[in-house]
C-alpha cells in the first residue's frame, strides 16, 4: 500500500473518517450488527402496502449504501444486499435526533455496508422504506465505488470481479447461472443412473487429451507431478472396475494459450457409459444442454446477452469433418489423404504448417479454417482422423477416421464424444506412439502410462465417452466470451494497480 499522503483524494478522505470514528470510540468493522430480516423478506413481507402507511412493525435491516441524499432534517438511502435486492432507508430529524443525523451525514459513503433499524412504513410516494431509529456502521469502505457515467472496463471487471459484482446486476445473474446450471446436469445425470465420482488432480502421468500440462514438485514424495489435463484415464479405470456410468465435474489445467474460448484453468464435465458408443454419447450431450437450457432459461430458446436468440432444440445436425473439407477446398479429401496432399491444401489456404504437424493435425487444421466459424446452430462434426485420437475407436466402417465427433456451437466447439478403443494392445501400440511424438519435441503428446494398461488388459467394456467444458456451455447458454463466464479467471498481474 502507497503512503496515505500519496493517496488519491477520494482514498484520503475515507481513511480519515475511519480514524475519526475509531478515535470517538467506534467501531469501523464490529463483528456484528443487528439484523432481523433480509431486504427481500421485508420485500416479499410488506409487498402490498398502501401508499403512506406506517406499519408499526421494527425490523433491523443491513445493505451497502448504493445512493445516499441529504438534505436539512430528512435523509434518504437506498441499500443493496447481495441477491440484488434493494430498500429505502429514511433518516429524520425528529426520529433518530441531531447527532445521529449528523453522524450519517459525515461519516457514511457510498459502498459503506451499514445496519439500520426502524419501523417499516411506505413513503408519501408509496416507496417501502425502514425509517430509521438508529444505525451502525457494518464495514467502511476505503475505496469508492465507480460512478454510472464511468462504468468500469471489461479488463477491470475481470481483474475486480468483486467490484463488478456490487456494480453490474449481469454479473450477478451471470454469477448464479452457473450453479443452476451444474445442478441441472447433476439432476440430468442422476435421473439417467450415472454415478458422480471424484479423480486425481495430481497425477505421475499427464494423459486423457492433447495438451501441454502444468508441472509441479511433491516434497513428499521427491517427485514431479503433473496438474491433470483430463480425468479420462482414471475414470476408464472406474468403468473397468464396475461402476459402469460415471461422470465427473472436475477442474483441469491446460498450459497453453488463453482466449476468448481458452482458459488455462477450467471446468469440465466428462462421462463414460458402458455399451454406448459415440451415438449414445452423441444423445447424451444433446439431452444434457437442452435440460440445462429449459432448467435455467425455461425454453430450449436461449436468448443471449446482446438480445440474440439461439434454438438449442429438436435434433441437432450431423456432418463429416472430411465432407467439409472437400467442400471447401473443391477437391476429395478422406482419412487416407496422405500428408503431402493436405500440406499443399493448406499451403494454398493460407495456413502454415508445423513441420512437425502429424497428417491428422493438418486435416483438423483446415477444418478449423475453411468451416469452423460457420457452425453457429448446434453441429455434431464426426469422423475426426485417427493419428489424433490415440483413445478412440476406429471407425467400424470407414478407414483411416476415429468414431469421435466435436460438438460445435456459435462457431467454438463444445464438446467431444467417442466410442472407445478397449483393445489394450492396440491402446499400447498408439500410447507407444505418442511418447515418441513426445520424445521428438511434441509438448502435447501423452505418455505411456503403464498402470492404465494394466487397467485395460482386465478387460475393458465397450463403451462411449464424452468430454464438455462447463464454461463453453454457459457460453452457448449466454453468448459471453469465457473469461465473463469464469468467476475468477487467471489475469497477469499489472504493476501499480491501485
Known sequence: MANEDDLPEQLRIRREKRAAIIKRGGEPYPVSVPRTASLLEIRTKHKEL?????????????????FKRDTGKLCFANLREGDGTELQVMFSLDKIGEAQLETWKSEIDLGDIVSVTGEVITSKRGELSVLANS???????????????KPLSEESRVR???????????????????????????????????LEVETPMLQVMHGGAAARPFKTFSNAYEMDLF????????????VVGGLDKVFEINRNFRNEGADSSHSPEFAMIETYEAYGDWNTMAELTRSLVQDAAKSVFGSHKVKHHDGKELDLGG???????????????????????????????????????????????????????????????????????????????????????????????EGFELATGYSELIDPVIQ???????????????????????????????????????????????????????????????????????
Not at 449481469?170 to 443412473?193: D, I, K
Not at 475393458?460 to 467444458?469: D, K, R, S, V
Open 50 to 66: 398502501p401508499i403512506d402507511v406506517a406499519t408499526g412493525i421494527i425490523e433491523s435491516v443491513t445493505g451497502r449504501v448504493i
Open 135 to 149: 444505525f451502525v456502521l457494518a464495514a467502511k469502505s476505503l475505496r469508492p465505488l465507480p460512478v454510472e457515467h
Open 160 to 194: 475486480m470481479r468483486y467490484v463488478d459484482l456490487i456494480v453490474r446486476p449481469e454479473a450477478r445473474s451471470n454469477a448464479r447461472l452457473r450453479p443452476a446450471v451444474m445442478r441441472s446436469l447433476r439432476e440430468s445425470f442422476t435421473s439417467r443412473g450415472f
Open 227 to 238: 496438474l491433470r489435463i483430463a480425468p479420462e484415464l482414471y475414470l476408464k479405470r472406474c
Open 315 to 409: 435434433k441437432w445436425k450431423e456432418v463429416s469433418l472430411f465432407d467439409v473439407i472437400s467442400e471447401a477446398v473443391g477437391e476429395k479429401v478422406d482419412g487416407l489423404t496422405p500428408k503431402s496432399e493436405l500440406t499443399k491444401i493448406a499451403t494454398k489456404k493460407g495456413i502454415k504448417v508445423d513441420p512437425k504437424w502429424i497428417t491428422g493435425t493438418i486435416a483438423e487444421e483446415i477444418f478449423e479454417h475453411v468451416a469452423k466459424e460457420k457452425l453457429i446452430a448446434p453441429t455434431f462434426v464426426k469422423g475426426f482422423p485417427i493419428d489424433t485420437s490415440p483413445l478412440v475407436r476406429a471407425h467400424r466402417d470407414t478407414a483411416g477416421i476415429a468414431e469421435k465427433w466435436d460438438l460445435y456451437v
Open 428 to 498: 499400447r501400440e498408439r500410447l507407444t506412439q505418442q511418447a515418441t511424438l513426445g520424445a521428438s519435441g511434441d509438448l502435447e503428446a501423452m505418455g505411456l502410462d503403464e498402470d492404465f494398461l494394466k487397467a485395460m488388459e482386465y478387460a475393458m467394456p465397450p463403451m462411449g465417452g464424452m468430454g464438455m467444458g462447463v464454461d463453453r456451455l454457459l457460453m452457448a447458454l449466454t453468448g459471453l466470451g469465457i473469461r465473463e463466464t469464469i468467476l475468477f479467471p487467471l489475469v497477469k498481474p499489472t504493476a501499480g494497480d491501485e
